[in-house]
């Protein structure tokens, strides 16, 4: 006979106010091989959990039921508390009476009750069967891909490699640096970015941990967490990489001229976007039409970005900065000329970054107007701009001799086909996803796969480095491990029940099943599976099981309730 | 009629006369709208005091139009919370200035009414002579 106990919570009043949550108890103590059962405010806090340490001890139970919220919630919580006392932490179950029960039968306590009382009921009879299981360990191979070789893929190389793991960086073109490396100068103190980059470039270089492939795409991404193979086309061919975890730092491209037409994008010689501006200011300010030196230059933030009628909605968020460093850096170079810069809001959110645009305001006489522009055109050899100053409400006309446009990021174009490729998740923009957006900022949702830069959002050089600091920490932590700690309930075959029939191959969602290379069996990849169930639905013998998701439990539940 | 904006008239003289007589830096004021938040006598003014500092750093000699130039009070509200230390009624002082010398005297002592000038403190007599006579 069980010794099982069962502990229901009240999570304050989430439960208590509509699930009688004493009478649960007291039918949940009558429940046969229940051997003691009892509630309590808050089951997940401290005292919550020594509760049903003590009663384990005191009680000698063998098997535990947290009558409580969603086990996506608090099962690791109560099942380490039960291993703490002893008990095998897969002998302990979650029976959700918050999520599927009090929150969605708020105006029906009996009802509710008698629901929780049978969630219980069904619990209690799984418990009762479930096996001890350990958790799986896996070995671990500890190199790391970097697909990038911008600053934000070149930070996360050589912080892993620091650590002393080796990494290969795979980038697209034939030279590091990415679209920093096109850039004039950083703000705040106008250090000159090939300076920096050169610098950075030379450590990769020179690394012996890193290994650098040009002119290289990844094109393959297979395996699992810890265990990848990634191909990766070159010229000379495909290559397979194995990797134990990969950092995804594909960078961005600019917004197209030719898509604002109004502003006279591809049109106007001298209406150019930010990044040409930036050469003009390493090569030499001349524009593009006659090449002579612009007097007025018009900056227009917010060009495409903040846009929804232009297929970007969101803010760019690095503009108000760099279009602030290039107005002053433009009345360095050309001091009798003048710089104006239209906007909706000046983002400029940072450590010094404010002060750095009241400069622009103040000691170069920038002038800024508040406005989006809405038409730019050619007047004789001056390109004329129609915008507004809502701060006294007139429209605007200015005439000049080069219009920068402070054009949308946008990501990198191949960054859509590339999550695809690496069964990671990317918004309606193409930006790849974070696995939480507070939380989580650097990991996608597949482990192993990190995110870096601004592929995964705008951001500018000093968050892109933090981020790709924090992704290589996180390769480093999952390369620290001893192996790859991965739970026990997935699926397992009973090779005598199996026909090699590969229902299952086909119907896996994660790739976790294949037939056997010389045995005729079906055969799981514990590491892949993802506990879905789809291959014991299909699988015609009783073959394709679940650790603790047996069909003698599952029929088990099933009775106790119908 | 769209408002023309050139280095011309951002280099004006009348720019330049503004910031001599006001000694303030016009692009100093970051358009916060403070000023105009909690002056007193801004529900009086046909246009708000940031809005006239706004069209003196753009050049805008219309602005000398402006009736709020004479009514600031120069009670120094705006100045004691400009957040970027502007001081406005200098500014306003050096329009109603600029204002005075190239036309007509604000006032015509010879038109007011005999009952009010008796009524008005001596003071305010003085000081109008001074705030509104070329």
Request: proline content about 5%; charged content about 20%; some cysteine.
């Amino acid at each position: 006979m069980s010794r099982i106990g069962v502990f229901i919570c009240h999570c304050g009043i989430n439960i208590a106010a509509t699930v009688d949550v004493e009478r649960v108890a007291e039918e949940a103590g009558r429940m046969p091989g229940v051997a003691f059962a009892t509630h309590y405010k808050y089951m997940c806090s401290d005292p919550g959990q020594s509760l049903i340490r003590q009663a384990i001890a005191e009680h000698g139970l063998d098997g535990v039921v947290v009558v409580a919220c969603s086990p996506a919630m608090h099962e690791r919580t109560f099942r380490q508390a039960v291993a703490a006392a002893g008990l095998n932490p897969y002998r302990c179950e979650m029976a959700n009476i918050r999520e599927q029960c009090s929150w969605v039968h708020q105006h029906e306590r009996e009802e509710a009750t008698a629901k929780a009382v049978d969630i219980v009921r069904t619990m209690v009879e799984k418990v009762k069967r479930d096996e001890e299981l350990v958790p799986l360990r896996l070995p671990i191979v500890r190199r790391a891909m970097v697909v990038g070789g911008g600053i934000a893929g070149m930070e996360a190389a050589l912080n892993i490699a620091d650590a002393g793991y080796p990494v290969v960086l795979v980038e697209r073109e034939d030279r590091l640096g990415g679209k920093m490396a096109r850039l004039s100068s950083t703000y705040l103190n106008f250090e000159a970015a090939p300076g920096l980059l050169e610098e950075k470039i030379r450590q990769v270089l020179e690394h012996s941990n890193i290994q650098v492939l040009f002119n290289a795409r990844v094109t393959k991404l297979e395996g699992y967490v810890g265990n990848f193979a990634v191909t990766v086309e070159m010229s000379e061919g495909p290559r397979t990489e194995e990797v134990g975890a990969v950092v995804v730092a594909t960078g961005w491209d600019p917004y197209p001229l030719e898509r604002l037409p109004e502003y006279g994008g591809g049109q106007i010689p001298d209406v150019v976007d930010g990044l040409t501006f930036e050469e003009m200011l390493r090569t030499g300010l001349q524009r593009p039409s006659d090449g002579r030196v612009p007097q007025e230059v018009v900056f227009v933030q917010c060009a495409g970005s903040r846009d929804p009628e232009h297929g970007v909605s969101y803010c760019s968020k690095v503009c108000c900065m760099y279009v602030a460093k290039q107005a002053m850096m433009y009345k360095e170079r050309v001091p009798g000329g003048q710089a104006y810069v239209f906007y909706i809001d000046i983002r400029s959110g940072g450590k010094g970054y404010d002060e750095f645009v009241q400069r622009a305001m103040e000691e170069y006489d920038v002038l800024y107007l508040r406005g989006k522009v809405s038409k730019i055109f050619r007047r004789g050899d001056r390109v004329v701009v129609w915008g507004s100053d809502t701060l006294v409400g007139r429209p605007l006309e200015l005439e000049a001799d080069l219009v920068v446009l402070a054009t949308a990021m946008l990501p990198s174009r191949e960054a859509l086909a590339l999550a695809q490729t690496l069964h990671i998740q990317a918004d309606q923009y193409g930006f790849y996803s974070e696995a939480h957006p507070k939380l989580r900022p650097v990991e996608s949702l597949t482990a192993g796969v990190f995110l870096a830069g601004v592929g995964q959002g705008p951001k500018d050089i000093p968050e892109t480095v933090a981020q790709a600091a924090a992704a290589a920490a996180k390769v480093i932590q999952l390369f620290a491990q001893d192996a790859m700690v991965q739970e026990p309930t997935v699926a397992y075959v009973i090779e005598d029940l199996c026909s090699a029939c590969g229902a299952c191959v086909a119907v896996c969602p994660y790739g976790a099943r294949e037939i056997h290379p010389v045995r005729p069996i079906a055969t799981v990849n514990p590491a892949l599976c993802q506990t879905c169930g789809a291959c014991v639905v299909a699988c015609p013998n009783k073959a394709s099981r679940i650790h603790n998701w047996e069909p003698v439990q599952v029929l088990a539940m099933a009775d106790v309730v119908i | 009629m769209r408002t023309t904006i050139s280095v011309a008239k951002l280099r004006s003289q009348f720019v330049r006369d503004v910031e001599e007589i006001s000694g303030e830096d016009l692009l100093a004021c970051n358009q916060c709208g403070k000023c105009s938040a909690g002056c007193p006598v801004a529900a009086a003014m046909d246009m708000l005091p940031s809005q006239v500092i706004r069209m003196a750093q753009l050049g805008m000699t219309e602005v000398l139009q402006s009736r709020t130039i004479w009514i600031c009070a120069s009670c120094l509200t705006c100045v004691a919370r400009c957040p970027k230390g502007v001081d406005l009624p200098r500014l306003m002082e050096a329009l109603r200035e600029i204002s005075l010398r190239s036309g007509a005297s604000e006032i015509d002592l010879d038109r007011l009414p005999p009952d009010l000038v008796r009524e008005l403190p001596q003071l305010a007599i003085v000081g109008g002579f001074r705030k509104y006579i070329k």
